[in-house]
């Protein structure tokens, strides 16, 4: 005499369970991050020159490199450029400093070199939501920043 399990309701349990959690779990969407763009202002007048003394500038090169100096870059005004990098006792500890945070005009200008990495972008963008920073700008590199950059790296 043989014995014989009928396995049709566990087949029936398992795909009961199989719905059942399909149809409760939630998917994950993709965070993105809003940023709003300027308008343009109709007259050019209206926009205010930025002093050197209410900016930070942050320089992105290759190699996962990252510079900041305080100032607008002008040569004449000889800004010491520090190293620093993408953690958070790196690049945040600036933008959180009583420097950074104390000055409520203070805009912080971002300039990728040509051979920085997207992922630097959104890194440094990152870092922007994260210290609450609302001023912000993504601008081209100068001349003068580059030189800047090649005189920190050749020391």
């Given at each position: 005499m043989s014995t014989k399990i009928d396995m049709t309701p566990m087949v029936d349990l398992a795909f009961l369970l199989l719905t059942f959690f399909m149809l409760t779990t939630t998917f994950s969407k993709p965070q993105t991050m809003e940023i709003n763009m300027p308008v343009k202002p109709e007259n050019e007048e209206e926009q205010m020159p930025l002093k050197a003394s209410n900016a930070l500038t942050i320089i992105m090169g290759e190699n996962d490199k990252l510079f900041y100096y305080y100032g607008l870059g002008d040569p004449a005004d000889n800004p010491e450029v520090i190293e620093s990098d993408y953690s958070a006792n790196g690049i945040r500890k600036v933008l959180i400093s009583p420097k950074v945070r104390g000055?409520?005009?203070?805009?912080?200008?971002?300039?990728?070199?040509?051979?920085?990495?997207?992922?630097?972008?959104?890194?440094?963008?990152?870092?922007?939501?994260?210290?609450?920073?609302?001023?912000?700008?993504?601008?081209?590199?100068?001349?003068?920043?580059?030189?800047?950059?090649?005189?920190?790296?050749?020391?």
């Open positions: 000055n409520d005009k203070m805009t912080v200008l971002i300039k990728p070199m040509e051979k920085s990495r997207y992922k630097n972008v959104v890194d440094i963008l990152d870092e922007m939501k994260i210290t609450d920073t609302k001023k912000f700008a993504l601008v081209d590199i100068t001349e003068n920043d580059k030189k800047l950059v090649s005189t920190k790296l050749g020391q």
